[in-house]
Nanobody
Framework: QPQLVESGGGLVQPGGSLRLSCTASGVQLDFYNIAWFRQAPGKEREGVICMSSMDDSVYYLDSVKGRFTISRDNTKRTVYLQMNSLEPEDTAVYYC????????????????????WGQGTQVTVVS
């Protein structure tokens, strides 16, 4: 059974940076669309950023464009979420998710496509 484990969350001041990691076991990430979702207290889960396996195309939540980037190291079975210029509104539990898919680009509007999820890591942005 494939598993994803996130790490790298923490407490940071506004304007600061964090890099989250998502390491996979039991799967080869080359054939998976990877996404990062987040859920803040009292809010719906939302897709933040994703990367497609077919062509490495990336899609963003509008509010994180220019601040967040995603990358993957298939040899390490790890996906990274680099978050810069963090804002209090970015405070949430962040989850990585994977969908075995080589023919369709990733998307952020539905979490249902993603069958494998990590346990989440807390990111708190506060002065």
């Amino acid at each position: 059974q494939p598993q994803l484990v996130e790490s790298g969350g923490g407490l940071v001041q506004p304007g600061g940076s964090l890099r989250l990691s998502c390491t996979a076991s039991g799967v080869q990430l080359d054939f998976y669309n990877i996404a990062w979702f987040r859920q803040a207290p009292g809010k719906e889960r939302e897709g933040v950023i994703c990367m497609s396996s077919m062509d490495d195309s990336v899609y963003y939540l509008d509010s994180v464009k220019g601040r967040f980037t995603i990358s993957r190291d298939n040899t390490k079975r790890t996906v990274y979420l680099q978050m810069n210029s963090l804002e209090p509104e970015d405070t949430a539990v962040y989850y990585c998710a994977a969908s075995r898919q080589v023919l369709r680009r990733c998307q952020l509007y539905s979490a249902d496509e993603y069958g494998t999820w990590g346990q989440g890591t807390q990111v708190t942005v506060v002065s």
